[in-house]
T-cell receptor, first 121, second 116 residues
Framework: GAVVSQHPSRVICKSGTSVKIECRSL??????MFWYRQFPKQSLMLMAT?????????EQGVEKDKFLINHASLTLSTLTVTSAHPEDSSFYIC?????????????????FGPGTRLTVT | DQQVKQNSPSLSVQEGRISILNCDYT??????FLWYKKYPAEGPTFLIS?????DKNEDGRFTVFLNKSAKHLSLHIVPSQPGDSAVYFC???????????????FGKGTHLIIQP
């Protein structure tokens, strides 16, 4: 099946520094990837849609200058949290739109990475 | 505003019985609904989905029912097995006011516990 990896799995950084998180589709090409954030006991919240070769589309309320997204190839998207603050501490998960449509629903499935736990001190 | 709601944070079911997880939504623009299963420290795994033009979709032990008039969907797992213990997320896709057509809106999840 389609596999998505994320690196690192967890990172601790100091306030004011920047952190880069990588999302890779390992056995398929993904023209579209998504970045989500999950706070404790909350649902996954879509942050942005990343399209290969073009600018990312950000959700309302997500600062594009703070969360830089680069989708430089068909298998890699990166999320850079710039000038991180403690309130940016969260679980960040990426997903990649699968290569084909679901046989039962006809929709493109999304395959999720294992997530990255970011702690800003 | 929570557009996808899972009102039961947890559910305990005996092994072999039926597990029913519920989900409500408010946005009538959603056109696909999906269920994901998530283990701790892992990303969500796709389980089953349903198009808004259908009212039922079945895949093995998993069946999803959609009631558009009530804006309600449910996931049935039968028979429930110990390996089904996980957090289940309901998600919706569509031309919601935020984001693109493929971005998913998730509920908060329901922790399903299968008791032996």
């Amino acid at each position: 099946g389609a596999v998505v990896s994320q690196h690192p799995s967890r990172v601790i950084c100091k306030s004011g520094t920047s952190v880069k998180i990588e999302c890779r589709s390992l056995d398929f090409q993904a023209t579209t990837m998504f970045w989500y954030r999950q706070f404790p006991k909350q649902s996954l919240m879509l942050m942005a849609t990343s399209n290969e070769g073009s600018k990312a589309t950000y959700e309302q309320g997500v600062e594009k200058d703070k969360f830089l997204i680069n989708h430089a190839s068909l298998t890699l998207s990166t999320l850079t949290v710039t000038s991180a603050h403690p309130e940016d501490s969260s679980f960040y998960i990426c997903s990649a739109r699968g290569p084909g449509r679901s046989r039962t629903s006809g929709a493109y499935e999304q395959y999720f990475g294992p997530g990255t736990r970011l702690t800003v001190t | 505003d929570q557009q996808v709601k899972q009102n039961s944070p947890s559910l305990s079911v005996q092994e072999g019985r039926i597990s029913i997880l519920n989900c409500d939504y408010t946005n009538s623009m959603f056109d696909y609904f999906l269920w994901y299963k998530k283990y701790p420290a892992e990303g969500p795994t796709f389980l089953i989905s349903i198009s808004s033009i259908k009212d039922k979709n079945e895949d093995g032990r998993f069946t999803v029912f959609l009631n558009k008039s009530a804006k309600h969907l449910s996931l049935h797992i039968v028979p429930s097995q110990p390996g089904d213990s996980a957090v289940y997320f309901c998600a919706a896709r569509g031309t919601a006011k935020r984001g693109g057509a493929d971005g998913l809106t998730f509920g908060k999840g329901t922790h399903l516990i299968i008791q032996p």
